[in-house]
């Protein structure tokens, strides 16, 4: 039996996020596109958004949970890294309260 249920969205959602944080949004969006045509699932924005919201808050937080560690804490790339996908969560709630 499985237990777990998957949101395609959910996970469609994170690679758009994904690609945006590395500087191409155009990819997400195109899966995301191709995701809706052949399924005819057509996903609301504000649940997108809140994806991609949810999923950048969880990797500033894994991230930020390895700085302490001594291997990290004295490389800026990793607070850097942290704080870049903080904006960009709040770039997501702004779209969600605009909505």
Same mark, same amino acid.
């Given at each position: 039996?499985?237990? #777990?249920?998957?949101?395609?969205?959910?996970?469609?959602?994170?690679?758009?996020?994904?690609?945006?944080?590395?500087?191409?949004?155009?990819?997400?969006?195109?899966?995301?596109?191709?995701?809706?045509?052949?399924?005819?699932? #057509?996903?609301?924005?504000a649940l997108i958004n809140f994806y991609k919201l949810k999923r950048?808050?969880? #990797?500033?937080?894994?991230?930020? #949970?390895?700085?302490?560690?001594?291997?990290?804490?004295?490389?800026?790339?990793?607070?850097?890294?942290? *704080?870049?996908?903080?904006? *960009?969560?709040?770039?997501?709630?702004?779209?969600?309260?605009?909505?």
């Amino acid at each position: 039996m499985d237990l #777990r249920i998957l949101d395609a969205a959910e996970d469609l959602s994170g690679l758009a996020m994904e690609c945006e944080h590395a500087g191409n949004k155009n990819v997400g969006c195109y899966f995301l596109k191709v995701y809706e045509l052949v399924t005819g699932d #057509r996903v609301k924005e504000a649940l997108i958004n809140f994806y991609k919201l949810k999923r950048a808050l969880l #990797r500033a937080l894994l991230i930020a #949970r390895h700085i302490p560690e001594p291997t990290y804490a004295t490389d800026s790339r990793w607070y850097e890294s942290a *704080q870049s996908y903080l904006k *960009q969560a709040a770039g997501y709630e702004k779209n969600l309260l605009a909505e």
